[in-house]
């Protein structure tokens, strides 16, 4: 809607909403909402000083009195001011008026990704790719200039009404009030402790540490491009610390387990941008697009499939958050064991270095060694071995007698005392990893009775957590349990039962009579979602007021489900003609038609208007509406006066007579004039009714 100078205001507190047709700052003319969150809600808006349509995002009332929200909107004015990107929603003021704090964006008509994913999830995998282009395009900006927007979500991508994506369309990036300078001290998502962020896109390090830096958009855009293929979100839970848990603890499907014929590239980009260890990930979403345009280039190559590519994009396989909880103890090398211990293992006879075998095989063959120190000779000898001075050495050496060394006790004992080290560590990693430990049974589905009996039976006790609803099990069976089938448990510990409420459903409140803001946080009480809004005439229903919902008010609909609002423009105006001059039937019946009360106010004589015409109306001209009253005063025509007798009398006492009734009078010789001067006969004749003021020729005898 362009804005027009000679547009007329809204007056302030129009359709219920007190900043509608308010002027913000002297300068922006607040119109109608056009979108509501939690912290602010956006109103389509006039600047008047340009003259062009804008939207203004004002922040609720008393939030603007918390100084940590006020800065956030300030932020979000100067980051998104920052980035000159054509698939950014640029920012172009922000400001405080009286308390109002209130930021000005540029205006994008037309729709959000979500409504893209309620109409055509799931879509193909090239479609997706071209939605999801100019968004990374715009994050890859945003991560140059050290900004993350820390809230990348379907609602957050606005696609104006001006043609498909790749043929000119304006897709844009909103939202930048999350958005912080990347730093190395300062990347939490957390203020006064709550984390910041719509959970079904949130990284697994933002719910384990809290952190955020460029890989966390990559991670979320990677949850909308499965959004996008499959229709539905990678994980769901029946609260939101449950999809957290997910994120942290569960890999992202691949898509084509869900939706046949995404080829196996895609499923590798979906991996690597969601995986779960945040250095597997594209560092940032300049990175992504890149490999984003090698997908879309193979899927314009109609690839079905390309192993090298999703060789190349798909995350190596490592540890992750949940690697090591929940598994049992794994068996114990001896040198693990000799570690426990404290004991050297060479020491303990466990490892071989050669020094035990070695003796062994000596007591086995015994052999003539070389002295290890050579004894010293006697006087006038030679040492063993070696010549006299001026002798010649003997030609073979001297045989020696050896004694074999005497076995040592210690070494043997070392050995039994480590084995029975080893066997008391591996009792006891038995007893302590295995044996006081039993397997979870499986009731999963069973009713609660039956559950509990089964738990019972395996020697376990049952408690009873809080209730969830589920889709798929029966209302009283066992949703899930803690430990979950098969998980150690130790003996007589207790096992929690989810039990199940059934589908979660809700039933539409009745909404006719509210205001749309009062109906909108209806639906958000009953979990259900806002649709759009259209506008219908009532002659009961006041201005801006909800005539009715679709689904009407009583259905029963899963949460999320869009109801729509038809809300009340009010009274529809009827344009009054005037009917003066014109026949009063046709009139009557003109105005009854359009259900307006007709009257008489009366009835006069008119020499002008005929009679049974319409002399004048009230009101004339402008508007009326349905069951106002329009009065006419109806002619009667000229008013009819019986002309006298005068025959016989004389002229001027005749003429006297029928000037005094109201009549014109001429006179005429007749046939027979004599010139007596008496009135002979009259025309119209005496006892005619005549209008009053007509002519009455007199003939004189």
């Known amino acids: 809607m362009e804005p027009s100078e000679h547009a007329r205001p809204p007056a302030p507190g129009h359709a219920g909403d007190p900043l509608v047709g308010r002027l913000l700052d002297g300068r922006y003319r607040i119109g109608p909402r056009i979108a509501r969150g939690g912290m602010a809600s956006v109103h389509e808006a006039t600047d008047t000083r340009l003259d062009r349509t804008v939207a203004v995002k004002v922040m609720h009332p008393g939030l603007g009195d918390d100084d940590e929200f006020a800065q956030r909107f300030v932020r979000e004015a100067r980051a998104a001011a920052r980035l000159n990107h054509p698939n950014v929603v640029g920012v172009y003021d922000q400001g405080d008026d009286d308390g109002t704090v209130f930021l000005v964006m540029e205006h994008v008509p037309g729709h959000t990704l979500r409504d893209v994913v309620r109409k055509e999830a799931p879509m193909p995998p090239s479609r997706a790719v071209a939605l999801l282009e100019p968004v990374v395009s715009a994050l890859a900006a945003a991560h140059r200039a050290g900004l993350i927007h820390r809230d990348v979500k379907p609602e957050n991508v606005l696609i104006a009404d001006d043609g498909a994506p790749g043929a000119g369309a304006r897709v844009k990036v909103a939202d930048f009030g999350l958005a912080k300078a990347v730093s190395a001290d300062t990347q939490h998502t957390a203020t006064g402790g709550v984390l910041i962020g719509t959970v079904s896109y949130l990284a697994p390090e933002l719910v384990v540490e809290g952190r955020a830096d460029a890989r966390a958009d990559v991670y979320a855009v990677g949850v909308v491009l499965y959004e996008l293929l499959t229709g539905a979100k990678p994980h769901e839970g029946e609260s939101p610390i449950q999809v ?23 499923d590798a980009l979906v991996a690597r941008a969601t995986s779960r260890d945040r250095g597997q990930r594209p560092a940032d979403a300049s990175v992504l697009l890149h490999q984003l345009h090698r997908v879309a280039s193979a899927l314009r190559e109609g690839l079905d499939s390309d192993p090298e590519l999703a060789a ?98 210690k070494g043997p004992l070392a050995l039994l005392l480590s084995l029975l080290l080893v066997a008391g560590v591996g009792v006891g990693a038995w007893w302590f990893g295995f044996e006081r430990y039993t397997a979870t049974p499986g009731v999963l589905n069973l009713q609660e009775a039956a559950a509990v009996s089964e738990l019972e039976a395996a020697g376990l006790e049952a408690e009873v957590g809080e209730p969830a609803y589920s889709e798929n099990v029966a209302p009283g069976a066992v949703v899930s349990t803690d430990p979950g089938p098969g998980d150690q448990v130790l003996d007589g510990g207790s096992v929690t039962l989810t039990i199940s409420l059934g589908p979660e459903r809700y039933d539409v409140p009745a909404l006719r009579g509210m205001t749309e803001d009062q109906a909108q946080d209806a639906l958000d009480a009953t979990n259900l979602a806002f649709g759009e809004s259209t506008e219908k005439w009532s002659e009961t229903v006041p201005e801006g007021q909800v005539l009715r919902s679709k689904p009407a008010a009583g259905t029963t609909l899963k949460p999320d489900t869009p109801v729509d609002l038809v809300l009340s423009r009010g009274r529809r105006p009827i344009e009054v003609k005037d009917f003066t001059g014109e026949s009063f039937a046709r009139a009557s019946e003109a105005l009854e038609t359009r259900r307006l009360v007709v009257e008489v106010a009366g009835e006069e004589f008119s020499d002008t208007v005929p009679e049974g015409d319409v002399i004048s109306q009230t009101p004339s001209s402008g508007t009326v509406f349905r069951g106002d009253t329009v009065s006419f005063v109806v002619s009667q025509g000229p008013e009819l006066v019986e002309v006298p007798s005068t025959v016989a009398m004389g002229v001027e006492a005749a003429i006297e007579r029928l000037e005094g009734l109201g009549f014109e009078v001429r006179t005429e010789e007749s046939d027979a004039y004599i010139g007596v001067g008496f009135v002979y006969s009259s025309d119209p004749p005496e006892g005619t009714m005549a209008p009053k003021g007509s002519t009455i020729t007199l003939f004189l005898l």
């Open 244 to 266: 957290a848990y997910r994120h942290v603890h569960h890999d992202v499907p691949a898509p084509s387990a869900r939706v046949a014929g995404v080829p196996d590239y895609v």
């Open 312 to 409: 190349d994009l798909a995350p190596r396989a490592v540890a992750s958050y949940d690697d090591t909880e929940h598994t049992r103890p794994e068996p114990f090398d001896a040198a693990a064991l000799a570690v426990l211990a404290e004991v050297d293992p060479r020491e303990s006879g466990l490892v071989d270095d050669g020094s035990v075998n070695r003796t062994t095989a000596l007591e086995r063959h015994p052999v003539t060694p070389r002295p290890e120190a050579p004894s010293r000779p006697a006087p006038g000898r030679a040492a063993p071995g070696r010549a006299a001075p001026g002798r010649s050495a003997p030609s073979r050496p001297t045989a020696v007698t050896t004694t074999p060394r005497r076995r040592s006790a």
